[in-house]
T-cell receptor, first 111, second 115 residues
Framework: SQQGEEDPQALSIQEGENATMNCSYK?????LQWYRQNSGRGLVHLIL?????REKHSGRLRVTLDTSKKSSSLLITASRAADTASYFC???????????FGKGTTLSVSS | ETGVTQTPRHLVMGMTNKKSLKCEQH?????MYWYKQSAKKPLELMFV???????ENNSVPSRFSPECPNSSHLFLHLHTLQPEDSALYLC??????????????FGPGTRLTVL
């Protein structure tokens, strides 16, 4: 069954604006990861947040995790055209034996 | 570059052909993965190899046959595929021996079209 599910499915913003993507999951997790994919390419890891962490930052990225609501959010601040890509959350099961990806959010940033 | 390479990048094959996809990781990782990515569907995990031993096979049809001759190389052998097998096939590797504990590093993928 699908573990991570992103919302919205698609997001269009202007350069300089912030972009927020949400992810919900169903069962207890070991960690939650966010990946980025440019069109037709492989996925690139962005950030990993463990189940005992609530917030993590990496450059212009900010990830939050609320285990009570089984949800996470990815915030990209001051977006750029180069941020245009699909973003996936992936939830690791509690044992850490599997990583289950969602369908992704397609972000378009126009200049 | 992520340190994971895949060849070929594009492949067109007929339903009666036999072909192989190749993946190589230059990261010294312990686990390697094959994923299938179809339009508007979540990434599907196909196979997992940990220390060259297959540890997971997610009900993948037998027309897909993986091979891991050593910790750096992973193959996916294809035969008598169906048009619905057309997709982007992604290889990944991780330092951790189980799939969820750490970061996975992905190759650029092979775009497969089955006619």
């Amino acid at each position: 069954s699908q573990q991570g599910e992103e919302d919205p499915q698609a997001l269009s913003i202007q350069e300089g604006e912030n972009a927020t993507m949400n992810c919900s999951y169903k069962t207890s997790i070991n960690n939650l990861q966010w990946y980025r994919q440019n069109s037709g390419r492989g996925l690139v890891h962005l950030i990993l947040i463990r189940s005992n962490e609530r917030e993590k930052h990496s450059g212009r990225l900010r990830v939050t995790l609320d285990t009570s609501k089984k949800s996470s959010s990815l915030l990209i601040t001051a977006s750029r055209a180069a941020d245009t890509a699909s973003y996936f959350c992936a939830a690791a099961n509690q044992a850490g034996t599997a990583l289950i990806f969602g369908k992704g959010t397609t972000l378009s940033v126009s200049s | 570059e992520t340190g994971v390479t895949q060849t070929p990048r594009h492949l067109v094959m007929g339903m009666t052909n036999k072909k192989s996809l190749k993946c190589e990781q230059h990261l010294g990782h312990n686990a390697m993965y094959w994923y299938k990515q179809s339009a508007k569907k979540p990434l599907e995990l196909m196979f997992v190899y940990s220390l060259e031993e297959r540890v997971e096979n997610n009900s993948v049809p037998s027309r897909f046959s993986p091979e891991c001759p050593n910790s750096s190389h992973l193959f996916l052998h294809l035969h008598t595929l169906q048009p619905e097998d057309s997709a982007l096939y992604l290889c990944a590797s991780s330092q951790e021996r189980t799939g969820g504990l750490g970061t996975q590093y992905f190759g650029p993928g092979t775009r497969l079209t089955v006619l």
